[in-house]
């Protein structure tokens, strides 16, 4: 789906958008699939705001935006687990990161209108960091983004600054990298933005009238190993195209604590 050009500015600057990876009738499915999600977590009186917080924002609008986001859709609705293995989905991904790719987790994002919150600049990498950082995102795009509606902005290049200090793990420091400085990537509904998780990306907030939704899937090659266990997932090690070269790590290993004594 990709070329030999395509591949190169990936690795040069650090992200690639693919157009049309997802037919209207797909997208049509996921939209249906983030709806289910967020009023069975309403009916569960499991929603949550996520909206980051810290001192990029004044506290007043802070209190104001909203952001919804869950993870491992997959596990919530089927259109994700389509999604995540779709033939166009994983030919990108071969070609990005090897023949040999896992996922990692997922999580689905919606920015509503008006008050749709920020992210601030930040890496990937200090959420769950890899020898080798082959681990990319793959955010599909379920709507229109723009840079009225908060679309991603990325500074293309930044992953080959290798892993930068956070504040507090979450992001950078916003004077140093405010979000205004990130190169804008406008997508339509349907179309992928893939990024390494070491390029710095980060989003304004979402002034405009419509919703922004988008999957978040972070992928990465079964060859490289985790630096630590600072962040585990349920559905991590899932082969998406390829092979599991190594059968001895072909399940994610977890230790199961009875109730009583978590």
Same mark, same amino acid.
Request: a negative charge; one cysteine or more; hydrophobic letters at 30%.
């Given at each position: 789906m990709i070329g030999e050009a395509e591949k190169a500015f990936y690795e040069d600057n650090g992200y690639l958008l693919v157009k049309g990876v997802f037919d209207a009738s797909e997208v049509e499915a996921m939209r249906a699939g983030v709806e289910g999600i967020v009023e069975r977590a309403i009916a569960a009186k499991r929603e949550s705001n996520h909206a980051w917080q810290g001192d990029f924002m004044p506290e007043e609008q802070l209190k104001r935006v909203v952001l919804r986001g869950f993870h491992d859709v997959q596990y919530h609705d089927a259109s994700f687990l389509r999604a995540m293995v779709h033939p166009r989905m994983t030919a990108v991904l071969a070609a990005l990161i090897g023949p040999d790719v896992q996922l990692h987790h997922s999580k689905m994002l919606v920015k509503p209108p008006e008050n749709g919150a920020a992210f601030p600049m930040h890496q990937d990498y200090p959420y769950f960091p890899y020898k080798h950082h082959t681990m990319l995102a793959a955010s599909v795009h379920l709507d229109d983004a723009d840079e009225q509606n908060g679309c991603l902005r990325v500074i293309p290049g930044s992953h080959k600054q290798g892993p930068l200090p956070h504040v507090g793990r979450h992001y %950078?420091?916003?004077? !140093? =990298?405010?979000?205004?400085?990130?190169?804008? @990537?406008?997508?339509?509904? +349907? *179309?992928?933005? $893939? $990024?390494? =998780? %070491? /390029?710095?990306? #980060?989003?304004? @907030?979402?002034?405009?009238? &419509? /919703? &922004?939704?988008?999957? %978040? =899937?972070? =992928? &990465?090659?079964?060859?490289?190993?985790?630096? *630590? *266990?600072?962040?585990?997932?349920? +559905?991590? #090690?899932?082969?998406? @195209?390829? !092979?599991?070269?190594? $059968?001895?790590?072909?399940?994610? &290993? $977890?230790t199961l604590v009875a109730p009583e004594q978590a």
């Open positions: %950078l420091d916003a004077k !140093q =990298y405010p979000i205004a400085e990130g190169t804008p @990537c406008p997508a339509e509904a +349907g *179309d992928v933005l $893939f $990024f390494n =998780y %070491l /390029t710095i990306h #980060g989003s304004d @907030c979402n002034r405009s009238d &419509r /919703t &922004r939704r988008n999957v %978040l =899937y972070q =992928y &990465r090659s079964a060859h490289d190993e985790a630096a *630590d *266990d600072s962040h585990v997932n349920w +559905g991590a #090690g899932l082969m998406v @195209c390829g !092979q599991q070269p190594d $059968f001895d790590r072909a399940q994610p &290993r $977890f």
